[in-house]
Protein backbone atom coordinates (compact mmCIF):
# COMPACT_ATOMS: atom_id res chain seq x y z
CA UNK A 1 0.00 0.00 0.00
CA UNK A 2 1.54 3.60 -0.70
CA UNK A 3 1.59 5.66 2.33
CA UNK A 4 1.64 9.62 2.02
CA UNK A 5 5.80 8.95 2.61
CA UNK A 6 6.20 7.24 -0.06
CA UNK A 7 3.92 9.27 -2.41
CA UNK A 8 6.08 12.42 -1.17
CA UNK A 9 9.23 10.83 -1.46
CA UNK A 10 8.35 9.72 -5.12
CA UNK A 11 6.82 12.88 -6.03
CA UNK A 12 10.05 14.86 -4.63
CA UNK A 13 12.17 11.94 -6.93
CA UNK A 14 10.12 12.42 -9.69
CA UNK A 15 10.19 16.79 -9.67
CA UNK A 16 13.73 16.30 -9.69
CA UNK A 17 13.65 14.78 -12.78
CA UNK A 18 10.94 15.93 -14.48
CA UNK A 19 11.82 20.17 -13.93
CA UNK A 20 15.48 20.14 -13.26
CA UNK A 21 15.12 23.74 -13.46
CA UNK A 22 12.51 24.15 -10.70
CA UNK A 23 10.68 26.19 -12.64
CA UNK A 24 6.96 25.14 -11.38
CA UNK A 25 5.39 27.65 -9.81
CA UNK A 26 2.48 27.65 -6.93
CA UNK A 27 0.29 29.42 -9.58
CA UNK A 28 0.67 26.18 -11.72
CA UNK A 29 0.31 24.24 -9.43
CA UNK A 30 -2.93 25.33 -8.17
CA UNK A 31 -4.19 25.59 -12.10
CA UNK A 32 -3.00 21.54 -12.15
CA UNK A 33 -4.95 21.06 -8.97
CA UNK A 34 -7.92 22.73 -10.27
CA UNK A 35 -7.91 20.97 -13.44
CA UNK A 36 -7.69 17.70 -12.27
CA UNK A 37 -10.35 18.55 -9.84
CA UNK A 38 -12.57 19.82 -13.00
CA UNK A 39 -11.49 16.27 -14.35
CA UNK A 40 -12.85 14.41 -11.63
CA UNK A 41 -16.26 16.37 -11.60
CA UNK A 42 -16.73 15.22 -14.98
CA UNK A 43 -16.62 11.85 -14.25
CA UNK A 44 -18.69 12.05 -11.27
CA UNK A 45 -21.26 13.77 -13.75
CA UNK A 46 -20.80 11.54 -16.28
CA UNK A 47 -21.72 8.28 -13.26
CA UNK A 48 -24.50 10.26 -12.38
CA UNK A 49 -25.93 10.29 -15.57
CA UNK A 50 -25.77 6.92 -16.23
CA UNK A 51 -27.24 6.48 -12.24
CA UNK A 52 -30.27 8.76 -13.50
CA UNK A 53 -30.50 7.01 -17.13
CA UNK A 54 -29.94 10.29 -18.43
CA UNK A 55 -28.78 9.88 -22.00
CA UNK A 56 -25.40 10.59 -22.67
CA UNK A 57 -21.26 9.80 -22.61
CA UNK A 58 -20.25 7.69 -19.94
CA UNK A 59 -17.63 7.04 -17.60
CA UNK A 60 -16.14 4.62 -15.25
CA UNK A 61 -15.32 4.37 -11.48
CA UNK A 62 -11.81 3.42 -12.77
CA UNK A 63 -11.69 6.50 -14.49
CA UNK A 64 -12.62 8.15 -11.48
CA UNK A 65 -10.19 6.51 -9.45
CA UNK A 66 -7.11 7.71 -11.85
CA UNK A 67 -8.47 11.24 -11.74
CA UNK A 68 -8.79 11.22 -7.68
CA UNK A 69 -5.44 10.05 -7.31
CA UNK A 70 -4.35 12.64 -9.65
CA UNK A 71 -5.99 15.13 -7.31
CA UNK A 72 -4.22 13.69 -4.31
CA UNK A 73 -0.10 13.89 -6.07
CA UNK A 74 -1.17 17.52 -6.91
CA UNK A 75 -2.20 18.32 -3.74
CA UNK A 76 0.97 17.18 -2.25
CA UNK A 77 2.77 18.83 -4.99
CA UNK A 78 1.31 22.08 -3.75
CA UNK A 79 2.03 20.95 -0.20
CA UNK A 80 5.53 19.93 -0.84
CA UNK A 81 6.35 23.26 -2.30
CA UNK A 82 5.19 25.29 0.83
CA UNK A 83 7.00 22.67 3.11
CA UNK A 84 3.54 21.69 4.40
CA UNK A 85 3.54 17.59 6.01
CA UNK A 86 0.51 17.05 4.33
CA UNK A 87 0.06 13.48 6.46
CA UNK A 88 0.36 15.54 10.11
CA UNK A 89 -2.35 18.33 8.57
CA UNK A 90 -5.05 15.84 7.00
CA UNK A 91 -5.12 14.25 10.52
CA UNK A 92 -5.36 17.99 12.01
CA UNK A 93 -8.03 18.55 10.31
CA UNK A 94 -9.89 15.53 10.36
CA UNK A 95 -10.02 15.24 13.76
CA UNK A 96 -11.05 19.26 14.34
CA UNK A 97 -13.96 18.68 12.06
CA UNK A 98 -14.83 15.39 14.18
CA UNK A 99 -14.43 17.72 17.10
CA UNK A 100 -16.59 20.12 15.40
CA UNK A 101 -19.51 18.70 14.66
CA UNK A 102 -19.70 16.26 17.90
CA UNK A 103 -18.51 12.92 16.43
CA UNK A 104 -16.16 10.45 17.76
CA UNK A 105 -14.04 9.26 14.81
CA UNK A 106 -10.86 10.70 14.62
CA UNK A 107 -7.61 9.47 12.70
CA UNK A 108 -4.25 8.96 14.60
CA UNK A 109 -1.89 11.67 14.45
CA UNK A 110 1.38 11.02 12.37
CA UNK A 111 4.20 9.34 14.64
CA UNK A 112 6.51 11.76 16.96
CA UNK A 113 3.58 14.04 17.27
Not at 9 to 26: C, G, L, P
Not at 42 to 49: D, S, Y
Not at 63 to 80: F, S
Not at 99 to 104: A, H, P, Q, Y
Request: net charge negative; hydrophobic share 40%.
Amino acid sequence: MTTHTNLRDANIARQNEWDQDNQITAAYRGNELAGEVGEACNIIKKLERERLGIRGSRATADELADELADVVICADLIAMQYGIDLEAAIARKFNATSENVGLTTRLAPKEGE
